[in-house]
């Protein structure tokens, strides 16, 4: 993969790796007390915290064919920091565990690690621990996640009632159309490794899928505004997956407005180009990391006001069902048929 | 592995597994606020917080021929609970990360899990949160865990002084002679699967590698004795290797007396058998998991008077060096030999 200098991590060992891959870090947040070279690290949190956590797989959540090591590194990062944004919280620090088989060299690791940074830069975020270890086959990335909310203003799913509105933010299905191309790319360069790559006119999708952001805008906008969601939940499964969590754990039904989602152009098209209809990309397709949540209707104004957020739809008494309203003005129910890696395997 | 009911993973579905195996958890900690369940946990710490996280591979750090799942379980939490220990903090909640293939059954990850509770239940911590996914090949947990201590009485590994008197709990080198039987017995029945398997008479060796626990009782001693150990660390990589970083991260050099290091008697005999000088069993066998701390020469009645302490050395002038005294009178560099799984895969 790299061909440049290649060191194997037999001759450095763990620490010596450990002490490479954190040498530069420096805590930023003052409520990371102690990072890594301990035990264990020190926080003292401010107020209340969140705690997620993620574990990425090789040949489940990526493939290295056509996933940069700095892109991997940064998107574990952020489908931890997306949760956190999920609960209307601020990360502050992260724990990054990574096994790794000796056909990865130092320069391979520190390429993640790279990645990894960036996001920390991006997101103020302290690299504050972790465990790197050898694995006898493939790479394994897991990430925690830790945010600051006062307890008050933390969002969970199971607080949305009757007559809120839901909204979402940004654009939904373009992380899945770009899987889709890299997916196709991928059995044309295996089908004749001579022919070229075609990405061109797909930077949008494939960004999305590969180097994807989490929305701290939004929660610094929830701030701003005075706006405390009703329920939040992150996009990582696919928006019916995610209304679905919502009304199960809210104990309210839905209708979701078919027009209202939001899909970019070039999701769009390249969605009929595959012969997919594009709503499905955003019901089904997952990835995504954008918020999806409730609002009361009296902050409809400032919501509407936001440009990058669409309201799509409003909860319901739990009796009338989680339902889609299409286009052609039917109703549909909504099923999950959300990205689930468990099942997929089978 | 499991001779009476299998049920697929892919029956149940991420979600579904999940709800499974959560099903029955009861938050006990104050600060556990909200567990499972949502895009992350909730904690409202009393104190500072100490934070650490361990990633157990298969075919590195465990080997399932002779792992029983639960103990597997039980020891992936141990060994995060240890890292707490060796802070002087209390654990109080964990995480845990599974990716598993689907050669195992929903009863197969319940017999893990079933150990995960039965050491949050043994040590009062709670099970918050975590990540399930599926694996191309083999298992790989990854926990997290989180201790609370005020910060004044958190213990790091830099801080020991010359003059302090360095201690041990319990005995050393039985989880790297408990490996090396289990190692042997794996290769008879390998060699001849018909042949028995003849671990009975190695019953506390084979313990301390395959559940061992984690030094609770020593925490709250130091607690019921206003003890404040000077530094700590606790010995997965072996003492040697552990010696090796309170010195380096303290600015001290120490003497370590060979006569002091306390052996079982099992384990002492078993190293004879397979050839092996015990110290060095000590010395470089890892995963004993026991608390290696330093104290103030004022607190030596306190310790001497704990029946599963041992004092073991002094620490000295840097310039003097890491040195061992010999029962033969002799003094030996300190070099670190201990476990190393990104050298060993070399």
Known sequence: MEKAKRTEISTLGEFGLIDKLTQHIQLKNTSSVKGVGDDAAIIQPATTQVITTDILVEGIHFDLVYTPLKHLGYKSVIVNLSDVYAMN?????????????????VEAIEEIYEGIQLACTKYNVDLIGGDT???????VINVVAIGEQEKSKIVTRNTAKEGDLLCVTGDLGGAYMGLTVLQREKQVFLNAPDASIELAGNDYIVGRQLK?????????????????PTSMIDISDG???EILHLCKQSNVGCQLNEDG???????????????IDPINCALSGGEDYELLFTILPSDKNKVNA?????????MLDENLGVKLFTKGGNYHDIISLGWNSLKDEA
Chains 1, 2 share one sequence.
């Open 306 to 314: 936001h440009p990058d957020i669409s309201i799509i739809g409003e």
């Open 261 to 275: 989602v939001p899909i970019a152009n070039e999701t769009y098209d390249k969605a009929l180009e595959f012969g």
């Open 133 to 139: 270890t050898a694995s006898p086959k493939g790479l």
């Open 212 to 228: 994807p952001e989490a929305r701290k805008d939004i929660i610094e906008f929830f701030a701003e505004e005075n706006i405390i």
């Open 89 to 105: 919280a601020t990360p502050k620090q992260i724990l990054v565990s990574i096994a790794i088989s000796n056909r990865f060299s």
């Open 239 to 241: 928006l019916s997956s």
